[in-house]
């Protein structure tokens, strides 16, 4: 059976120190960039502003945010499924806590280590491309 697509929009946050802001979703066990799934008919940059709104309480103009890439890997948390992840950057203009399905945040720094419950989107592509030395 081919694996099923998901399409999906995420952001890396920054705090004023440069640290990545990470989000847990409740029930599973990888860490990853907060964002979601796009809904029928909505561009990136709208499933973006609704899912921060959605998870963090956060709400910040379109125009906080600049375009990172476009990336294909395997899902974090779901068998048998790829994503198709629009991904954006920018900074967080406040302090942010989890809401909805969130559980948990993490900050990640550039000279933290790369574990393993980090979800592999982001441990093989945006990490490299935000800290290539790292």
């Known amino acids: 059976m081919p694996p099923r697509t998901l399409h999906i929009a995420a952001a890396c946050l920054f705090d004023e120190t440069g640290r990545l802001l990470l989000v847990r979703k409740r029930g599973?066990?990888?860490?990853?960039?907060?964002?979601?799934k796009r809904d029928e008919g909505?561009?990136?940059?709208?499933?973006?502003?609704?899912?921060?709104?959605?998870?963090?309480?956060?709400?910040?103009?379109e125009s906080a945010f600049t375009p990172l890439g476009h990336f294909s890997e395997v899902a974090a948390n779901e068998a048998n499924t790829r994503v198709e992840a629009d991904i954006f950057s920018g900074m967080l203009p406040h302090p942010v806590h989890p809401a909805a399905e969130l559980e948990e945040l993490?900050?990640?720094?550039?000279?933290?280590?790369?574990?393993d419950d980090l979800a592999p989107l982001l441990r093989r592509h945006v990490l490299p491309l935000l800290w290539p030395s790292a």
């Open 28 to 36: 599973t066990h990888r860490f990853m960039l907060p964002g979601g």
């Open 42 to 61: 909505e561009t990136a940059m709208q499933t973006l502003l609704r899912e921060l709104h959605e998870e963090l309480q956060l709400r910040v103009p």
């Open 106 to 115: 993490r900050w990640l720094s550039a000279c933290d280590p790369r574990t």
